[in-house]
């Protein structure tokens, strides 16, 4: 169990049988009664984000999470294939759990999958993902006064702002977090 004195952004707890994250807290002592943690929780398997406050001292539970690492193969209808990297085992995940991470995934990639009670519920991605350019405006000589940027689309779908001189068929590092383009890979 943990106690609201161990609370912390990111810690992984378990309510009523659901799994949460801590995405912020706060201790708040007022001048009269006793202390209390207001929090902000996301639901690992929802989605949702919900606000509660604990009294401090209260006590959590720890949730039932596994995390393996795996390698992305290939997609099968509306699930995501997987492979273990340790049994080799194929894991199937539906696309509805892995949320905006479709995005970023290509064969082969690296990922790290949750689950919960032995059931998978998300990917957590690398930071950084490199992708190539299938789609793009050329962009016009001159054209950069202002740092302007155009509208490129990835070979997984994504829609990236790059700067004017990129290319088809460049390989570009992608920021998982926020979907924005870093550079050239």
Known sequence: MYSTAEFRRGLKIEIDGKPFTIVEF?????????????TK????????????TF?????VGIPDLEENNVQYLYQDGDNYVF????????VFIAGEYLGDAINYM????????LFFKGKPIGVDLPIT???EVTETEPGVKGDTATGANKN???ETGLVVQVPLFIEEGEMLRIDTRTGEYIERA
């Not at 706060?26 to 207001?38: D, L, N, T």
């Open 26 to 38: 706060q201790h708040v002592k007022p001048g009269k009664g006793g202390a209390f943690v207001r």
């Open 106 to 113: 290509k064969a082969n990639i690296e990922v790290k999958v």
């Open 152 to 154: 490129a689309t990835m």
């Open 55 to 59: 009294r401090s001292g209260a006590k």
């Open 83 to 90: 492979m273990d990297n340790d049994t080799y085992d194929q």
């Open 41 to 52: 929780l996301k639901n690992l398997e929802t989605g949702q984000v919900l606000e509660q």
């Open 129 to 131: 993902v490199e992708l």
